[in-house]
């Protein structure tokens, strides 16, 4: 099926929001593994699995509406160089996919695809929901508790 080129290209934006949260959730995941934050390495490393699949639904769709992904294309990284840079950046990372997906969305509902719509409301709500809160719950505890023992509780308990 042939899909709208404003539709497509909004998809390919998405991909490469998608595939630069993979490779910033990795090397934060591997930063966190590298300190002994073994709760916030298990966390993240989960989020780079999250993108990987957000990105598979992106790609699939592309495909099935006779588009070429195109993988070259990814956004900057913001690598974090402490624990509190990493979630501050993580996060405006998650703010700028769920505008781009809101935006998406938009512009799905206009071409009428609605197909594509659902599942880009389905990603919006596991970003908005999932990640982003997450991000903020982070920032939070750190504000409350302190650095000390925010990074305290991030240890292993083994």
């Known amino acids: 099926m042939k899909g709208k080129p404003t539709v497509i290209a909004q998809l390919q934006k998405l991909l490469a929001g ?3 949260a993979i490779d910033q959730y990795f090397i934060h ?21 999250e993108e990987r699949e957000h990105a598979d639904k992106i790609i699939k769709r592309m495909l099935f509406l006779e588009a070429t992904p195109d993988l070259s294309q990814r956004d900057g990284l913001r690598v974090g160089t402490d624990v509190t840079s990493m979630l501050k950046n993580d996060l405006q990372l998650e703010y700028e996919v769920v505008d781009a997906l809101k935006e998406a969305i938009a512009i799905c509902e206009q071409e009428q695809d609605y197909q594509t719509r659902e599942m880009l409301e389905v990603l919006l709500q596991d970003t908005e929901e999932d990640h982003a809160y997450w991000l903020e719950r982070q920032l939070g505890l750190i504000d409350r508790l302190g650095m000390s023992n925010y990074l305290q509780s991030q240890l292993d308990a083994s």
């Open 18 to 20: 998608e595939l630069a």
């Open 29 to 49: 995941s591997r930063m966190y593994e590298d300190w002994g934050f073994h709760k916030l390495f298990e966390r993240i490393d989960h989020e780079t699995q």
